[in-house]
């Protein structure tokens, strides 16, 4: 399953809309109910409202009435972490017991593997 989640976000970093930055951003969350929901970078003439990769995923998760993502894999040209505002996102649908799996993957197929709460220690909530 982590190879089939690391794949699904390569593979939709290719649909990625980073007509400004150039930066590809590719997201696959695995919901609780067993399926992998994709995400990619959309970005807007007005800047501010482009959206991550990482929180288009979890929308389309959502959509689908699955609200726990058990892992994620971003897929980068350069294997970079989730930016904040998405950890954030993220930690409102990690497992309530348990750790969310983060597996962050390079353009040549390197995986760096971390959890949420390592990235996201002491998250908001109310
Ligand atoms: N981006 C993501 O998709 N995820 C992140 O966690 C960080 C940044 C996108 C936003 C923008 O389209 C591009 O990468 C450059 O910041």
Redesign the pocket.
Known sequence: MKSELIEAARGVRGNAY?I??G?S?G?AVLGSDGLIYVGC?V?NDSYGL?V???RNAVAAMVAQGCTTAVAIA?ATKDG????GA?RQVLSQFQPLEGEMAVFMVDGEGNVNETTLSKLLPSRFRL
């Open positions: 980073a400004h930055s930066y951003v997201a970078n970005e482009s991550c990769a990482e971003i970079g972490f989730p930016c998405c």
